[in-house]
């Protein structure tokens, strides 16, 4: 007959192997919050606006803007030394901005009848762990964003994109809900100061020229680290 004390040494090795088996899953993310490869997906609002005194439609300076949804994915690398994060970072994003008529008057943008397209960026950020789950931060880099340029001659539809290039700044807080996961706030600031008409069809790019547009963003996002 088996011993009572080795059936309750054989229950207990199970159960403590059990317990261990999640334990071990959970140790082959990051073993801090704030380090590692991470991946994540955006959205917030997106507003860019005409750094230009030209007018388009004679009452107004075309310093009107364009707003709309924004959204995308981003991914990184963070180094943690201490309360120190730093490491790169790119990201992706689409807007539903558009140009639109409001109460009869057509908002031109400088750039004539647009709809925005994908913005491109790729930089760095520094941060600073200030609780142990919780890491305010700076960023920068380069952005190139698309504008989708529409327009009509007699019957012939001229299908145009902007190819603009610039800088962005920002500033944000991100927050660990574990050491895998995470949830952040920001704000940044995009400047597009040179662009390009790209043509579709048989028609050849244009010339590079100077450009002012103002980009604001305020971005939530959700992520996880491997």
Same mark, same amino acid.
């Given at each position: 007959?088996?011993?009572?004390?080795?059936?309750?040494?054989?229950?207990? @090795?199970?159960?403590? @192997? #059990?317990? @261990? @088996?999640?334990?071990? #899953?959970?140790?082959? $993310?990051?073993?801090?919050?704030?380090?590692?490869?991470?991946?994540?997906?955006?959205?917030?609002?997106?507003?860019?606006?005409?750094?230009?005194?030209?007018?388009?439609?004679?009452?107004?300076?075309?310093?009107?803007?364009?707003?709309?949804?924004?959204?995308?994915?981003?991914?990184?690398?963070?180094?943690?030394?201490?309360?120190?994060?730093?490491?790169?970072?790119?990201?992706?994003?689409?807007?539903?901005?558009?140009?639109?008529?409001?109460?009869?008057?057509?908002?031109?943008?400088?750039?004539?009848?647009?709809?925005?397209?994908?913005?491109?960026?790729?930089?760095?950020?520094?941060?600073?762990?200030?609780?142990?789950?919780?890491?305010?931060?700076?960023?920068?880099?380069?952005?190139?964003?698309?504008?989708?340029?529409?327009?009509?001659?007699?019957?012939?539809?001229?299908?145009?994109?902007?190819?603009?290039?610039?800088?962005?700044?920002?500033?944000?807080?991100?927050? #660990?809900?574990?050491?895998?996961?995470?949830?952040?706030?920001?704000?940044?600031?995009?400047?597009?100061?040179? $662009?390009?008409?790209?043509?579709?069809?048989?028609?050849?790019?244009?010339?590079?020229?100077?450009?002012?547009?103002?980009?604001?963003?305020?971005?939530?996002?959700?992520?996880?680290?491997?």
């Amino acid at each position: 007959m088996e011993h009572p004390m080795k059936k309750i040494l054989v229950c207990l @090795a199970l159960g403590t @192997a #059990a317990i @261990a @088996a999640p334990a071990m #899953a959970q140790d082959t $993310g990051p073993a801090q919050p704030f380090s590692g490869f991470h991946v994540e997906a955006l959205a917030g609002y997106d507003v860019t606006k005409a750094g230009s005194s030209v007018d388009d439609d004679v009452n107004v300076d075309n310093d009107q803007s364009i707003d709309g949804f924004a959204y995308g994915v981003g991914a990184g690398y963070d180094f943690r030394s201490g309360n120190l994060v730093f490491g790169p970072e790119a990201e992706v994003t689409w807007s539903t901005a558009k140009t639109k008529f409001d109460d009869g008057d057509f908002e031109g943008f400088g750039l004539g009848n647009v709809k925005t397209n994908r913005d491109l960026y790729v930089g760095a950020r520094v941060g600073y762990v200030v609780t142990p789950t919780t890491m305010i931060y700076a960023k920068g880099g380069y952005t190139n964003a698309k504008f989708d340029v529409r327009s009509t001659f007699g019957n012939v539809e001229t299908n145009r994109d902007i190819d603009a290039d610039g800088w962005r700044i920002g500033a944000g807080v991100e927050q #660990a809900i574990t050491n895998n996961a995470f949830v952040k706030l920001e704000y940044r600031y995009s400047n597009y100061e040179k $662009g390009e008409l790209d043509y579709t069809g048989d028609f050849a790019d244009g010339q590079r020229f100077d450009l002012d547009l103002d980009r604001h963003q305020v971005m939530a996002g959700v992520g996880v680290r491997f």
